[in-house]
Nanobody, 115 residues
């Protein structure tokens, strides 16, 4: 059993910042391969920022230079610092962790960027 809980979403003005958190519990002993994804209305879910199996942080071109992914291995918690937010960043953001060949997802947290 793996449980993921996202938090930190909300309404923010363009140019503002938010910090998302993903708290994990259950049979998770490594954070390799985990990452953040988002899905906007009418669009497919896309990767935003992920850690490769080798531990390298990878970012979508649309968020490079604005978002930063980080983690706390002791608490098995992942974060996404989002700066200089744009209206096109509006989406439901999800935490994903692969464990033993399966993907586990959180319930998502809504991020709305609007003036």
């Amino acid at each position: 059993q793996v449980q993921l809980v996202e938090s930190g979403g909300g309404l923010v003005q363009p140019g503002g910042s938010l910090r998302l958190s993903c708290a994990a519990s259950g049979s998770i002993f490594s954070m390799r391969g985990m990452g953040w994804y988002r899905q906007a209305p009418g669009k497919q879910r896309e990767s935003v920022a992920v850690f490769s199996t080798g531990g390298t942080a990878l970012y979508a071109d649309s968020v490079k230079g604005r978002f930063i992914i980080s983690r706390d291995n002791t608490k098995i918690t992942m974060y996404l610092q989002m700066n200089s937010l744009k209206p096109e960043d509006t989406a439901v953001y999800y935490c994903n962790v692969p464990v033993s060949g399966k993907n586990y997802w959180g319930q998502g947290t809504q991020v709305t960027v609007s003036s």
